[in-house]
């Protein structure tokens, strides 16, 4: 998705860490509420995740944009695998009313959406 997003490297690696963060948002209070897959040892304010855990998504993924940066290609089929993820969760959140989740999901849906056919009509 990076690909179509037209500013410079440093922008380019907070806006992919902030898009796996958020994405994060959507994904772990499913995976560690009722798809069980893992259990947190401390409890946090969102759902019972840490905010250490964002934050290391969160400074993990700018170091890893940053030092992995290149010029990814426009895939567009990339791109509608990472939709389908997000929708795979989003869907899952929004059938559990989970609405933090449901929330964040349909926001970054639709964002994804957006920024890739805004990014198509500037190419």
Same mark, same amino acid.
């Given at each position: 998705? #990076?690909?179509? /997003? ?6 380019? %690696?907070? /806006? ?6 958020? #994405?994060?948002?959507? /994904? ?5 509420? !009722? #798809? ?11 759902? $019972?995740? !840490?905010?250490?855990?964002? %934050? ?6 700018? =170091? ?5 940066? $290149?010029? !990814? ?8 695998? $990472? ?6 969760? +989003? ?6 009313? /989970? ?8 926001? =970054?849906? +639709? %964002? ?5 056919? %805004? $990014?198509?009509?500037?190419?």
């Amino acid at each position: 998705m #990076l690909a179509w /997003i037209h500013v410079n490297t440093f922008a380019k %690696a907070v /806006i992919g860490a902030s898009w796996m963060t958020a #994405l994060d948002l959507v /994904i772990e209070p499913l995976a560690a509420g !009722p #798809l069980g897959f893992w259990i947190w040892a401390e409890s946090g304010r969102y759902y $019972g995740i !840490p905010a250490g855990n964002f %934050a290391g998504w969160f400074a993990v993924s700018l =170091l890893l944009f940053l030092v992995l940066r $290149g010029s !990814p290609e426009k895939n567009r089929r990339a791109t509608l695998v $990472g939709l389908s993820i997000i929708l795979f969760f +989003t869907i899952i959140a929004i059938g559990r009313l /989970i609405a933090g989740p449901a929330f964040a999901g349909v926001v =970054l849906s +639709t %964002a994804h959406a957006a920024m890739v056919t %805004a $990014g198509r009509k500037f190419d």
